[in-house]
């Protein structure tokens, strides 16, 4: 189990991509905690890998409170005495251009997808240094952080802003045998903020077919295992090969 004994959180983990990467790295011997503000989502995620044989823990935590974080450090520390593995999953989208997206709208949006990032690292880092047996962090980006977008104006920003705190993250963290990277998904199994998986979605990829929750955890294996430890500040495109593409000439 390339895994074992080791401890991941996964923030957003209630459903879709946090779950199937929740999911993965249990199967692959971690023990989970399953971190969503949606109470049932992630007892129902946590309670699934625990029916099929893993080890999993929900912690209700809202990743837009630095004092819900620093709670949710210290219970999952105390629950299973250790923290390996950060996977920074949880967003929002606001899907409106600059002109309708009011301040507060704007403040959600970068206080889920970009400071509960920033800050989840940082607990979890120290509590890592505090262990002394290093770890590994992986930050969800997305396309829209290499793209700006006629919609989606907080969102756009906020992933951008992933990209490159994973950078700072890396170096900083490095001395202390703690590797950051992240993945930039495309269009993978429903919109973000949406439950429901529509396979007529269009996409404009190279594979040719939409993206499921499973390639995206994937790749988080991989930037969580061994196997990746010559990779660092990285950020690993899992996106069909859509940015590959100069628009229009497909
Ligand atoms: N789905 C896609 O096509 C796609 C594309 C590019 C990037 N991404 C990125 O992948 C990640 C997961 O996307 P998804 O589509 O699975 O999202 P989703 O909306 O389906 O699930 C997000 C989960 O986060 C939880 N959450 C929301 N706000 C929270 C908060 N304040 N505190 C704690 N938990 C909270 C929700 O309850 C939900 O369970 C996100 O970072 C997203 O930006 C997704």
């Not at 049932?40 to 044989?53: F, H």
């Amino acid at each position: 189990m390339k895994l074992a004994n080791q401890v991941a959180i996964v923030t957003g983990a209630g459903r879709n991509i946090g779950e199937d990467v929740s999911k993965l790295l249990a199967r692959n011997g971690a023990t989970i905690a399953v971190v969503d503000l949606d109470k049932a989502r992630g007892e129902k995620v946590a309670a699934d890998i625990v029916a099929s044989g893993g080890k999993a823990q929900a912690f209700v935590c809202d990743v837009s409170s630095e004092d819900d974080i620093v709670k949710c450090v210290k219970d999952v520390s105390d629950a299973f005495g250790r923290i390996d593995i950060l996977v920074n999953n949880a967003a929002i989208s606001d899907n409106k251009n600059m002109f309708d997206i009011t301040t507060a709208e704007w403040n959600k949006v970068l206080a889920i997808t970009l400071t509960a990032p920033f800050l989840l690292t940082k607990y979890v880092a120290k509590a890592m240094i505090a262990n002394g047996h290093g770890g590994k962090v992986v930050n969800v980006s997305s396309t829209s952080g290499y793209y700006g977008r006629d919609r989606a104006t907080a969102y756009t920003a906020a992933k951008g802003g992933v990209v490159n705190l994973t950078k700072s993250q890396a170096i900083q963290l490095a001395p202390h045998k703690i590797r950051v990277n992240a993945v930039v998904p495309n269009k993978i199994g429903s919109p973000v903020g949406k439950d429901e998986f529509d396979p007529t979605r269009p996409v404009l990829n190279l594979v040719g077919r939409p993206g499921v929750p499973d390639d995206l955890a994937n790749a988080v294996l991989f930037l969580v295992s061994d196997e990746s430890s010559f990779i660092v500040g990285t950020a690993l495109f899992v996106d069909g090969g859509c940015t590959t593409m100069m628009p229009g000439s497909a």
